[in-house]
């Protein structure tokens, strides 16, 4: 099964940062079926990015990713209140679909 | 638009069996395949497998193989996961969430629903 690691494990920050946060794969991640996941507390994930850097329905342009094989980043380019919360990476295209653990970010 | 309502919270004994419920509407409810994923208090996110629900066919997580039961029922649009032999570290957040395919990204999910299980 395909490793994800997700590094930092925290980044703390303030609003109006850019924020980057890496998602490693342990093997080469085919046709970059790569997706990203936002997580506030006591809410369900919600869906940003798919395919690696297609963003999803109603994410604003601040949220971007990119990476291919078994690099990926997350980049938000401006920090907003709404957007300290917890970011997973998830691999999709084969069994098993397989979640990153996790980064937080949080307010400086 | 999607919408998924979960069933409520559960206590369960270790031991014993829960089924979960996901009931959705605003799509094709036999055209995407249903999810579920776990979530243990403060921990990540576990995929536990699929239902594809025009087929009924099932593929699961490994380490749930033998324990996980998911079907569904097309008359009322409703997925149930069904986890049996409950222990502690069961405990957690359960979520449905569609996709397109059995191998896709997932969008939306469910609002969740907590089992505990406790002696």
């Known amino acids: 099964d395909i490793v994800l690691t997700q590094s930092p494990g925290t980044l703390s920050l303030s609003p109006g940062e850019r924020a980057t946060l890496f998602c490693r794969a342990s093997?080469?991640?085919?046709?970059?079926?790569l997706a990203w996941y936002q997580q506030k507390p006591g809410q369900a994930p919600r869906l940003l990015i798919y395919?690696?850097?297609s963003r999803a329905t109603g994410i604003p342009d601040r949220f971007s990713g990119s990476g291919s094989g078994t690099d990926f980043t997350l980049t938000i380019s401006r920090l907003e209140p709404e957007d300290f919360a917890v970011y997973y990476c998830?691999?999709?295209?084969?069994?098993?679909?397989?979640f990153g653990g996790g980064t937080m970010v949080e307010i400086k | 638009q999607v919408q998924l309502v979960q069933s409520g919270a559960e206590v369960k004994k270790p031991g014993a069996s829960v089924r979960v419920s996901c009931k959705a509407s605003?799509?094709?409810?036999?055209?995407?395949?249903m999810h579920w994923v776990r979530q243990a208090p403060g921990q990540g996110l576990e995929w536990m497998g699929w239902?594809?629900?025009?087929?009924?066919?099932?593929s699961y997580a490994q380490k749930f193989q033998g324990r996980v039961t998911m079907t569904r029922d097309t008359s009322i649009t409703t997925a149930y996961m069904e986890l049996s032999s409950l222990r502690s570290d069961d405990t957690a957040v359960y979520y449905c969430?569609?996709?397109?395919?059995?191998?896709?990204?997932?969008?939306?999910w469910g609002p969740g629903t907590l089992v505990t299980v406790s002696s």
């Open positions: 969430a569609p996709s397109w395919g059995g191998w896709d990204w997932l969008d939306p």
């Open positions: 605003g799509y094709t409810f036999t055209g995407y395949y």
């Open positions: 239902i594809n629900p025009n087929t009924g066919g099932t």
């Open positions: 093997q080469s991640v085919t046709g970059s079926y």
């Open positions: 395919s690696a850097s």
């Open positions: 998830q691999k999709y295209g084969s069994s098993p679909l397989t």
